[in-house]
């Protein structure tokens, strides 16, 4: 039996690294994994891959994987919530065998967008005004944009003097490419781009080291974004020990690193060297993760309407909590394998058939109009010719493929006590059959014969019994349901004749 299996190399119930083996049918494909920059690879005849637009990041993608009438679908990280950037992820009712979704924020339904950006003002602005630095750290390529722009608005209308740095580099490289590649963002700022890039930043000017002891007010964005090394580390470790400091984590934090400790409300971190950084400046936690959260997951999986559904990129314990989330309103298997374990789904591969016009017209003739929730029986002869499949009437096949018409019939022999002559005897069929069938046409021919439709009966003498005569019923496999009714009927036998 066909089947589809996947191992998560990374991402199996954990968040980080990615990296998905997908076998589906005969073809290994690897999700996630990079490429080399030395090998070019134009990837197989018979593999189509089609791209979604993902939100997230600029460029995220979702692929659809599809080998013949096999498909899956794998998400990669994608955000159904517009943002002041990018659009919402968005894809089609594809159907796929199999929907590999990330589960970040599994367990995680998000408050307004808009009451979360107030509230990111207002402590921002809270700090700077009372003498504070504010760190934020993020990745070079989302949330730093998302947030600059942000900060940028605000800025400019309550006319504030305070610094806003970001970290160069990464971020900087990335504010270069979103210029670049503007048509990939959402329509507002696609509209106002004639006007104003959104990413020439007036207010945010790039960071220099130096910069982070220098004294008064600041807002410095710098990588990366967990606090767990690079050049927001090296800020935050000289900031930590101000009470008039805030830290802001704005999305995600692995356990074991610098941000998901504070974040847990530990004040005491033990650093390499075995020193230990007191951390007394003001610790905030405000998501504006472009992860899509439960609602956005659950959304994406009612759109693409897959077979099965695999979650990747969680952690176990919100992981369970969506997959019976998942499986209880979409009534599907929804699976969690963890690294390095394989999970094998069988399919059931459809063949599509194309349908001549004219066996159509002759179904629609019938009066039975096609109804497209409904399967329907079709009789027909199926063509294959040049890998193609075609069901077209048994006329038509024979004109195409010059064969001349061989018909089947079926007979059967029904013993009828009965010591009439086989003429009277065949009357007696006839007029029973005629009082039964009254939608079928019903004919006595001249040979003494009967027929019901294509079914022939005729009446013969027992070559021992006299008293016995022997029906043969014989008839198309067109007509193999009536045939079988009239056999049974007779077999029962005839209704007395009156004396």
């Keep these: 039996?066909?089947?589809?299996?996947?191992?998560?190399?990374?991402?199996?119930?954990?968040?980080?690294?990615?990296?998905?083996?997908?076998?589906?049918?005969?073809?290994?494909?690897?999700?996630d994994c990079g490429m080399h920059m030395g090998f070019n690879d134009d990837v197989d005849d018979e593999l189509e891959i089609k791209a979604y637009y993902a939100g997230h990041v600029l460029g995220a993608a979702m692929f659809q994987i599809k080998v013949g009438s096999e498909s899956v679908v794998y998400t990669g990280d994608y955000n159904m919530t517009p943002d002041r950037h990018l659009g919402a992820a968005w894809i089609d009712k594809c159907r796929p065998n199999l929907l590999i979704?990330?589960?970040?924020?599994?367990?995680?339904?998000?408050?307004?967008?808009?009451?979360?950006?107030?509230?990111?003002?207002?402590?921002?602005?809270?700090?700077?005004?009372?003498?504070?630095?504010?760190?934020i750290p993020v990745f070079a390529l989302g949330r730093a944009q998302e947030l600059c722009i942000l900060l940028e608005t605000f800025w400019e209308r309550m006319n504030l003097k305070a610094p806003i740095y970001?970290?160069?580099?990464?971020?900087?490289?990335?504010?270069?490419?979103y210029k670049l590649f503007i048509t990939w963002t959402n329509q507002k700022i696609r509209k106002t781009f004639v006007q104003r890039n959104m990413f020439e930043f007036k207010h945010i000017k790039a960071f220099d080291r130096a910069f982070a002891d220098n004294p008064g007010p600041m807002v410095v964005f710098a990588t990366p974004g967990m606090l767990h090394a690079g050049q927001s580390l090296q800020i935050f470790r000289k900031w930590a020990g101000n009470e008039k400091n805030m830290v802001i984590m704005p999305g995600y934090c692995v356990q074991g690193t610098v941000g998901h400790k504070i974040l847990s409300g530990q004040r005491k971190l033990e650093m390499e060297g075995r020193q230990v950084l007191e951390v007394k400046m003001q610790v905030e936690y405000m998501s504006f993760s472009a992860h899509a959260d439960a609602k956005g997951i659950m959304q994406l999986v009612g759109q693409a309407e897959p077979e099965s559904v695999l979650l990747v990129h969680g952690e176990a314990k919100k992981m369970e909590f969506l997959k019976?989330?998942?499986?209880?309103?979409?009534?599907?298997?929804?699976?969690?394998?963890?690294?390095?374990?394989?999970?094998?789904?069988?399919?059931?591969?459809?063949?599509?058939?194309?349908?001549?016009?004219?066996?159509?017209?002759?179904?629609?003739?019938?009066?039975?109009?096609?109804?497209?929730?409904?399967?329907?029986?079709?009789?027909?002869?199926?063509?294959?010719?040049?890998?193609?499949?075609?069901?077209?009437?048994?006329?038509?096949?024979?004109?195409?493929?010059?064969?001349?018409?061989?018909?089947?019939?079926?007979?059967?022999?029904?013993?009828?006590?009965?010591?009439?002559?086989?003429?009277?005897?065949?009357?007696?069929?006839?007029?029973?059959?005629?009082?039964?069938?009254?939608?079928?046409?019903?004919q006595h021919l001249p040979d003494g014969s009967v027929t019901v439709e294509s079914i022939l009966i005729q009446a013969a003498a027992h070559s021992e019994d006299p008293g016995t005569k022997v029906l043969l019923v014989s008839w198309t496999y067109q007509d193999e349901e009536l045939g079988s009714y009239l056999t049974s009927l007779l077999k029962k036998g005839l209704p007395q004749a009156p004396s």
């Design 166 to 177: 970001f970290s160069t580099g990464l971020t900087e490289k990335a504010n270069h490419y």
């Design 101 to 135: 979704t990330e589960s970040t924020y599994a367990t995680t339904i998000r408050d307004s967008k808009r009451c979360r950006e107030r509230d990111f003002l207002k402590k921002v602005h809270e700090a700077v005004e009372h003498g504070g630095k504010v760190l």
């Design 324 to 442: 019976q989330k998942i499986e209880q309103e979409f009534r599907v298997n929804c699976y969690m394998p963890a690294n390095g374990e394989t999970v094998t789904l069988p399919t059931s591969p459809s063949i599509p058939v194309g349908i001549s016009l004219g066996l159509l017209k002759r179904e629609m003739a019938q009066g039975l109009l096609p109804d497209a929730k409904k399967p329907r029986l079709l009789h027909g002869t199926l063509i294959m010719k040049d890998s193609n499949f075609r069901l077209v009437s048994s006329e038509q096949a024979l004109k195409e493929l010059g064969l001349a018409e061989h018909q089947l019939r079926f007979t059967c022999r029904v013993h009828l006590h009965d010591p009439r002559k086989e003429q009277e005897t065949a009357m007696r069929v006839y007029s029973h059959l005629k009082s039964v069938l009254k939608d079928h046409c019903v």
């Design 1 to 31: 039996m066909p089947e589809i299996r996947v191992t998560p190399l990374g991402a199996g119930q954990d968040v980080g690294r990615s990296c998905i083996l997908v076998s589906i049918a005969g073809k290994n494909v690897m999700l």
